[in-house]
């Protein structure tokens, strides 16, 4: 059936006649604009919500227009969409935004710088040391914590937070030793961040010349181009009081000591884009 519904409506003391045309089927759907409504209410075009929005009416009772800042969340086919608070800031033009994390866990860890492997020597490093260059170290990277991602806009902030385990055994359990050693965070291949650190044990021959230690790296990158990015993660040994002192990095020495496991002693990264918004 087609309807055309004639309204008088008066406008700067003249009047004037407005037309409205729609088409609506037996089963009472209603189209504008369109010949074949889908729906009860079918537009083709766009709408226009001069007041509120209300969902969840009946026959004698108005519906719930929710309360400032709820979205209305969909319930699935059949069910009606409700009003729901969520916890979540808006973020405007100008503001910075996070855009992706990654996480990471790994308990293989380093093994490859243990007893008889001799330390570099090598004290300083500068940004943009090429991790396979071996005049800047014997960098050894942990292959779990490697990431590949995509930066869109070149105002931004990668935020680093890489933490491990490290675990020293001297040869004699009550001659205190130690290694100094290093971790980097390195982008396409080049050093961004870097922490240097020291464990040492003691004579507690109760540890059996164990010692264990907690290293934290954290550190904040800006304005990283935008481009294709791969992150890599990986330490070098320094220096050591001994070169049989047994050393690894997120993993524990002997799977039959009971002093620690691979568990307590994994590594972890979180790597945060953060980009700028714009519009």
């Given at each position: 059936?087609?309807?055309?519904?004639?309204?008088?409506?008066?406008?700067?003391?003249?009047?004037?006649?407005?037309?409205?045309?729609?088409?609506?089927?037996?089963?009472?759907?209603?189209?504008?604009?369109?010949?074949?409504?889908?729906?009860?209410?079918?537009?083709?075009?766009?709408?226009?919500?001069?007041?509120?929005?209300?969902?969840?009416?009946?026959?004698?009772?108005?519906?719930?227009?929710?309360?400032?800042?709820?979205?209305?969340?969909?319930?699935?086919?059949?069910?009606?969409?409700?009003?729901?608070?969520?916890?979540?800031?808006?973020?405007?033009?100008?503001?910075?935004?996070?855009?992706?994390?990654?996480?990471?866990?790994?308990?293989?860890?380093?093994?490859?710088?243990?007893?008889?492997?001799?330390?570099?020597?090598?004290?300083?490093?500068?940004?943009?040391?090429?991790?396979?260059?071996?005049?800047?170290?014997?960098?050894?990277?942990?292959?779990?914590?490697?990431?590949?991602?995509?930066?869109?806009?070149?105002?931004?902030?990668?935020?680093?937070?890489?933490?491990?385990?490290?675990?020293?055994?001297?040869?004699?359990?009550?001659?205190?030793?130690?290694?100094?050693?290093?971790?980097?965070?390195?982008?396409?291949?080049?050093?961004?961040?870097?922490?240097?650190?020291?464990?040492?044990?003691?004579?507690?021959?109760?540890?059996?010349?164990?010692?264990?230690?907690?290293?934290?790296?954290?550190?904040?990158?800006?304005?990283?181009?935008?481009?294709?990015?791969?992150?890599e993660i990986a330490c070098r040994k320094i220096?050591?009081?001994?070169?049989?002192?047994?050393?690894?990095?997120?993993?524990?020495?002997?799977?039959?000591?009971?002093?620690?496991?691979?568990?307590?002693?994994?590594?972890?990264?979180?790597?945060?884009?953060?980009?700028?918004?714009?519009?």
């Amino acid at each position: 059936m087609i309807f055309f519904i004639f309204v008088s409506m008066k406008k700067n003391r003249h009047k004037c006649i407005a037309g409205l045309f729609f088409y609506m089927t037996f089963n009472a759907q209603v189209g504008i604009k369109t010949n074949n409504p889908n729906a009860t209410l079918d537009v083709n075009g766009t709408a226009s919500l001069r007041k509120e929005l209300r969902v969840g009416g009946t026959a004698t009772q108005v519906g719930n227009a929710g309360l400032n800042g709820q979205v209305l969340v969909s319930q699935g086919e059949g069910l009606p969409p409700v009003w729901k608070s969520l916890n979540v800031s808006f973020v405007e033009e100008g503001q910075y935004k996070l855009i992706n994390s990654y996480l990471s866990t790994d308990q293989v860890g380093i093994t490859s710088l243990s007893a008889n492997v001799a330390a570099d020597g090598i004290y300083q490093s500068n940004i943009g040391d090429d991790i396979t260059d071996i005049t800047k170290g014997k960098w050894v990277k942990i292959a779990a914590h490697e990431s590949n991602f995509v930066i869109k806009n070149s105002k931004n902030k990668l935020n680093y937070q890489f933490q491990t385990g490290v675990e020293l055994r001297a040869p004699a359990a009550t001659t205190p030793q130690n290694i100094t050693f290093t971790c980097g965070v390195f982008r396409n291949g080049k050093l961004v961040a870097v922490r240097p650190d020291k464990i040492s044990s003691n004579n507690n021959s109760a540890k059996l010349g164990f010692q264990d230690y907690i290293f934290t790296l954290n550190y904040t990158e800006q304005d990283v181009p935008a481009g294709n990015q791969k992150i890599e993660i990986a330490c070098r040994k320094i220096d050591s009081s001994s070169l049989t002192t047994e050393f690894t990095i997120g993993r524990n020495i002997s799977n039959s000591n009971t002093i620690s496991n691979a568990f307590t002693l994994e590594s972890v990264f979180k790597l945060d884009i953060i980009e700028f918004v714009t519009y």
